[in-house]
């Protein structure tokens, strides 16, 4: 065989022909504007074919400028015809104006006459930046109409002349797309002092011979709402679309999923964030409004830019040839004091409070609560733990009254026990069950007392789970290691990402979740002191709960090291109190030698049956009675 050689001449040329393809790449790498695009048009695919033609792609860039040249600026007068007038202003050029109060700052741009920037003065993003709800051409608001000769033309497109004045405590702008010195569209916007409502109309002056009346002028207004706080799926997760119609109905689009409406008889709009909204208030309801959400997180994803994309369209009104609508922008925090002080505009529903009864806790106890508590102590951490405290005593006699039940039924045990020797077996299933309840019965027991004061805690632990999502007074607030106790307290960062749990490890759901298993092991140690033994046929229920002390701290401790570190710390109080009035019950307040004494003297009293008990009793009989008539051999 032929020896093989090192060929260096082969050698060179494969590492010029690496630098060639390198310097290649290197000349041909995309600019950080078009791996913007082809985000944004990543995100448009990910959307339905339907949802794309009602999705308005917000970040293009605004390229109809008004031409220089003679010749062009004729076909551009000429492609808007009796709409050229406004171009040959001096308005018609990339300028803005700015209406400010201490509270927010909008900019308005004279090409299209809408808010190209809305700033929250008194707020900062996670990352301590200047918090913008609209910014970078992330928001939309046009009117899209019909000309008299047929020209389809869009407001964001068309120059609006402003006219700013100031009054006492009050800014307004006017911003009017002229047809001619007499004839217009105006935008007009009120910024008061100290306010974030803004009011704001749209009103036609003579256009009744320039629009095409027979066709529908539709408004436009999309939001792609930017990411404020540190755990983008947290946030994600309390970002919807909501509404009111009908003047007192609410709803909302679920907040995880891809979805369009069409509702009648709109009164308001809410661009909702987790602690900051963006709402557009009709005075005059609209008759039909078509609204979008495309969720732009997904599962996977730990940081970006974006949460939803909100898409609103809405058919107006021209009556008597004209447009006349009194509106409202709200570009604000969702707090719910300032939300239900706009008594008229019905907006506390932008908040989730919880439905029924959830709700109701929230509103009339846990808000004034802790509004009470926040008035008269600064940190917010010992406000939550001052909280906790006080629902705890007020939850305590219904501890009391489980525990007392369990240890009433730990002194009965013994007699079960010698119940379920005596009368073994299937057979005599219902006799052992009828016997079971005359000792009950006797002995002044009810066993349901035990499972009642769970249930009536239920709705204290749900209505919290809305509560602390929607507190923003929590919101950059720091506690012991925790920096933010509206986000997850991270002492760890993991240098993967757990599906289902995160790239991070946070404290606060640890301790709850130790808490909740000594709270756990603790109330099976009780249960399992006045639990019957297992009947046949029936699921051995101590086995039951020893799983239920491992599935449920496991699942507190995946389910909050996402969430905001306040609830977790609400948890994990909250369960130390109540081992603690556990075990002061168990130690010095209950005597079982008392209760077994009180047992006994209860069983010599004549004993009241209700009439629900003896029809339960007579029903059992008779169920008795047939089973022996089908088994007469058995005994």
Known sequence: MEEKKFDLNSLIGFILLGLIMVWYFYMNQPTPETLQNNQEQVVKDTATPEKKNNLTETAEKNSAILPTDSTAIAKYQSKLGAFSYASTLPSAKEETTVLENDLVKLTIANK???????????????????????????????????????????????????????????????????????????????????????????????????????????????????????????????????????????DKINSMSDDEETINNVNWIAYKQQFFSSILITETPFKNAKLGVVNLVKDDQVDTLFTKQYSTSIPLEIKNGEMNYAMNWYYGPSDYDILTSYEDKNLAD?????????????????????????????????????????VRIFMSPLVYKSYLSSAKMKV?????????????????????????????????????????????????????????????????????????????????????????????????????????????????????????????????MQQMMKIMMYISPLMMLFFF????????????????????????????????????????????????????????????????????KKNPKKK
């Open 112 to 250: 299209g006459g809408q808010i190209v920037e809305a700033q929250l003065k008194k707020f900062r993003a996670h990352d301590s930046l200047p918090l913008y709800l609209i910014k970078d051409n992330n928001a939309l608001f046009n009117l899209n109409f019909t000309t008299a000769d047929n020209r389809v033309l869009n407001s964001k497109d068309l120059f609006f002349e402003p006219t700013f004045t100031k009054n006492n405590d009050s800014q307004i702008l006017s911003m009017k797309l002229k047809i001619s010195e007499d004839k217009f569209i105006e935008y007009r916007y009120e910024m008061k002092d100290a306010d974030y409502m803004v009011d704001f109309a749209i009103k036609s002056v003579g256009i009744n011979d320039m629009i095409n009346t027979a066709q529908d002028v539709k408004l436009t207004w999309d939001l792609k709402s930017i990411s404020q706080e540190k755990s983008v799926k947290y946030e994600n997760q309390y970002s919807t679309l909501r509404w009111l119609h009908d003047g007192t109905e609410f």
């Open 350 to 390: 932008v908040i989730n409070l919880g439905w029924g009864i959830f709700g109701w806790l929230n509103k009339w106890l846990f808000f004034p609560v802790f509004n009470f508590l926040s008035g008269i102590i600064s940190n917010f951490g010992w406000v939550i733990i001052l909280m906790t405290i006080v």
């Open 412 to 540: 009965l045990k013994p007699e079960m026990e010698e119940l379920n020797s005596r009368l073994p077996g299937k057979e005599n299933a219902m006799k052992r069950q009828q016997e079971m309840m005359q000792i009950y019965n006797k002995a002044g027991v009810n066993p349901m007392s035990g499972c009642m004061p769970a249930l009536l805690q239920m709705p204290i632990f749900f209505a919290l789970f809305q509560f602390f999502p929607a507190m923003i007074a929590l919101r950059q607030e720091g506690f012991l290691w925790a920096d933010d106790l509206s986000s997850y307290d991270s002492v760890f960062k993991l240098p993967f990402y757990i599906p289902f749990y995160g790239d991070h490890v946070s404290l606060f759901p640890i301790l709850a979740s130790v808490a909740i298993f000594f709270y756990m092991k603790m109330s099976q140690s009780q249960q399992m002191g006045m639990q019957q033994p297992t009947q046949e046929g029936m699921p051995d």
């Open 561 to 628: 090291n996402m969430y905001g570190s306040g609830l977790s710390l609400y948890y994990f109080v909250s369960n130390l109190l109540t081992i603690g009035i556990m075990l002061v019950i168990k130690h010095f307040i209950i005597d079982e030698e008392k209760i077994h004494a009180q047992i006994q003297e209860n069983k010599k009293k004549p004993q009241k049956v209700s009439k629900f008990r003896q029809k339960l009793g007579e029903a059992m009989k008779q169920a008795q009675e047939q089973q022996e």
